[in-house]
């Protein structure tokens, strides 16, 4: 049994089966949810992918772990942001639940 579920958000809806019930997420996948969206509320997300600055990006950076951090279920200590392309930003984390990796934007 699961111990964290939500229903699951994908492109700014919620994801509906074929049958026309909500799908769900559960654990780690929920607490990814869960951080992209309070990332995405905060409105740092946007600052950082439309910043330039290199100092002010890292601050943004550094914002966002430690809003990351601030979730319970995340391990303290172990949120990480990377940008593994140009404008593409991942967050990786140890969970109560085990290893999350999520996307968290990309410039377009």
Request: aromatic share 6%; net charge negative.
């Amino acid at each position: 049994m699961a111990t964290y579920t939500d229903i699951r958000i994908a492109e700014d809806d919620l994801a509906i089966s074929a049958a026309g019930t909500p799908e769900y997420v559960h654990d780690v996948a929920c607490i990814a949810q869960d951080l992209v969206h309070a990332i995405r509320e905060s409105g740092l997300l946007v600052e950082l992918i439309g910043n330039r600055d290199a100092v002010a990006r890292q601050k943004n950076i550094v914002a966002i772990t430690l809003l990351a951090e601030q979730d319970y279920r995340i391990i303290p200590g172990t949120a990480n942001i990377v940008e593994p392309l140009l404008g593409e930003y991942w967050l990786y984390a140890d969970t109560v639940l085990g290893n999350l990796q999520t996307p968290l934007g990309k410039a377009n």
